[in-house]
């Protein structure tokens, strides 16, 4: 009966071996399955067959071709000094080769196989069990996980070749557009741009270093650089301390610094890059045996963004980039030699085309060099900062102390000259009024008593009192009559809310409101010093407004101002014009865009103007 019942047992306890092996290949094949990184490949390999016999050292070597094997990873004593070692076949395999005939194997190779093609190899030894042998239990379980670590081995190289390839285009790309020009600025701004194909990046820039000043000189996405910027100010800082060292620096994580280069770096920008929300950054600098030409600057708000890889392949970009840097700053030193080479190859082209065609290309020449010079028209002026503001303003003020009692206009009423604006209550002048009128007939009255009695010198005193009273009571008329404020001239009332000034104690000289004319307003703008002096009173002045856009509109300059405007550097004059507006339709402060058209000037005159400012303002430098 016992042995009835052994064999179910023991079939019973072959099948779970089985289905736990079975297990732990599908465990091994999705932990080589999940990355086709070979670096990260291939010391879980190495691990994964070392701990599936207990060995305790271990080389895992990578077929480079034409029979050559690279030790890639290694464990123990032996592996650590035979990583990145290089042998042939019959000398990898020559541990397990050389062992006499009947000695215990206390050394295993394991080919691993993919496609008929020997990818690798792993030779374990050391095992940590029994007597430190291998057995045949040993051999199959290295010949099981053999094929999956075989597998992975061969799709992590084929990905790494692929990439390889990519990394190549790449380099050819970047090489063939900045050795394509001897433009400093389209080099520097062909390199940071390209650099985004290698690397993602929050913000990439590149520099030139001279004389310990770094100038930051392209930046990644931008046509132009804004020096400015205060963020690109700390940027420079950053690059040119990171191009003074003439090392590269990485910067993985900015909580987390690994180096004393990082720390050092830290403790001089860590404020700055809090600030800007770097957390990580690579500083190539540029450079070649004659020192240090700028640098390289790659930053990103996440940790660890470039790997090991890319910061390989950004460094070849990096010498790349210094050899097209050395060639155009030396080409650009070259006094003239864009002129000359152009003019040598026009020369050649003009002598080479027959005589009809020469006549035909020099009549050309003529008739656009005539064009140039002979046909001219206004030079345009631009205005800087146009502003409206009313003509001829008049402020309306109280001539008597007094209440205001009525407001008889509003915003915006069109008033003539003279008509009533708002009456005053002036209490005081009108009770003064009427008691120097009482006086007056108190002093006719005792005038005549005088009379009567034959008092003449009484009389006469009387009556000089009395016309001095009437002078005095005069006088305290017309100032009441002054309670009624007029307009000192035609306009519109420009004061806002002016009904609610009703009820309020005024002293003389207090302004009620402002009147101004509106058919008529000022424009004034500003005008660069360097063509003020073609602006005149009397020239015309077109401009437009964003109310009207479609419409542009006319006026003439009045006046240019004597005392300049020094706006972020640059000295501008005011120029002032007068604008009709008889149709109400421009308001006080509108937004303005403004031309004068100042004398005529040629072509020549408008493409030249400038250099030739230069070359006069510099000949004048050097030699007065």
Known sequence: MPDVLSAPTASLEHLRQEVDRLQELHAVAVELSASLELDELLPRVLERMRAAVAAQAGTLWVAEGDGMFRCRAGLGEVGDRLKGAARRWDDVVAPTTSRPAGEPETTILVPLVAADETVGAVLLSAKADGAGTFDRADHERLEALAPLAAHALRNARLKSQARRAEDITLILEISREIGSTLDLDRVLRSVVNLASKALTFDRGAVGLYDKGKCEIRAVAGQDTVDQKDPGLQDLIARAGWAAGRGETLYLSDRDQPTSDAERMFLTIFGPDLETATVSSGLYLPLKDEEGILGVLVFESGTPDFATEHQRGLLMILANQTAVALRNAQLY??????????????????????????????????????????????????????????????????????????????????????????????????????????????????????????????????????????????????????????????????????????????????????????TDTLELEFGVDQRDIARVRPGQEVRFRVDALPQRTLIGRVTSVGQLPADTAGEVYYPVRAAVPNPDGLLKPDMTAYARVLTDPASTATRLFRGPVRWARLTWWRIWS
């Open 332 to 517: 650009n030193q070259v006094p003239m030699v864009d002129a000359i080479g152009a003019i040598t190859a026009k020369k050649k082209a003009l002598m080479a085309l027959p005589r009809q065609r020469v006549g035909l290309v020099v009549g050309v020449a003529l008739a656009v060099l005539a064009a140039l010079t002979l046909i001219r028209w206004p030079f345009r002026v631009p205005g800087s900062a146009p502003t409206f503001r009313p003509m001829a303003l008049a402020p309306v003020r109280a001539l008597v102390p007094g209440v205001i009692e009525r407001i008889l206009v509003s915003e915006g009423t069109l008033v003539p000259r003279g008509a009533a604006l708002a009456t005053l209550r002036a209490t005081t002048l009108a009770t003064d009024r009427e008691a120097t009128g009482a006086e007056v007939v108190t002093a006719e009255r005792l005038a005549s008593q005088a009379s009567a009695r034959g008092d003449a010198a009484e009389e006469r005193l009387q009556r000089a009192r009395a016309d001095a009273l009437r002078r005095e009571m005069a006088i305290l008329g017309d100032q009441l009559a002054l309670t009624t404020l007029r307009a000192p001239a035609s306009g519109v009332v420009l004061t806002p809310h002016v009904g609610e000034r009703a009820g309020t104690w005024l002293e003389e000289g207090d302004l009620v409101l402002t009147l101004g004319r």
